[in-house]
């Protein structure tokens, strides 16, 4: 299977901005702390109506919006279609111990992939990645979002080669974060979930600074340029 890496990237290796990376832990850079780091509890413990807009939840394929403590199976029987070759995985992302768990499907056909966090069998988080999607596909992704959570304002973070958005209300967070990776190709990953496992995931603003930062440095280094700043 030649993609994998595409939701292995976000769950097996963890995700580091929308690039795939050890994730760091909350407090602290240095490597004993990160080894250590084991992700806590959910703290998000209502569960409500997302029927309508004002609230933080993923939309990006036909049904219902997913939110946390959604139907994790009809959740994930919305992308994983046993007539499309693919590939099915459980392993858990670093850092995560029962009684959380992981599914994750990836069509191989449709380059995309998507993935579930459960705690003790209940939906915590959901990602969603499409590996060569164009500007008007991003476009249409920000503004069903933005619909969907209806005036809560956008973090920004524009990077030279990485660009993000989060959305966040009480202890729900929403990321989409687009990577060129060719021609009119961009990598898109949208992602919703508790504070805590998207903490664990690296999809913070924090990490999301530090990511983009980091990325723009590489790009110049790989170029013989000097780096700004």
Known sequence: MVRRALILCLLISALCG??????????????????????????TND??????????????RHGAPITIYSNHESAFQRFHDTKTVGFESDDLPP???PPYSA?????????????????????????YEEDK????????LIRDHQDQVGDLKDTYIDGQHVKYWFWEKDSRRLMICAFPTGRDEIRIT????????????????????KDQADIDKSYFRTKGLAVPG
Request: with cysteine.
């Open 18 to 43: 929308c690039q795939g990376g050890d994730v760091a832990a909350p407090a602290g850079d240095s490597t004993v702390q990160e080894k250590a780091y084991t992700v806590g509890e959910p703290i």
């Open 95 to 97: 850092h995560f111990q």
């Open 103 to 127: 599914k994750t499907w990836e069509e191989d056909s449709l380059h995309l992939g998507f993935g579930e966090i459960l705690y003790n069998g209940e939906l915590v988080a959901a990602i």
């Open 47 to 60: 569960k409500r109506d997302v029927k309508d807009t004002n609230e933080i939840a993923l939309v990006v």
């Open 133 to 140: 999607a164009n500007q008007s596909r991003l476009d249409g």
């Open 190 to 209: 949208v992602a919703m979930g508790d504070d805590v496992v998207m903490d664990g995931l690296g999809m913070s603003i924090a990490r999301a600074h």
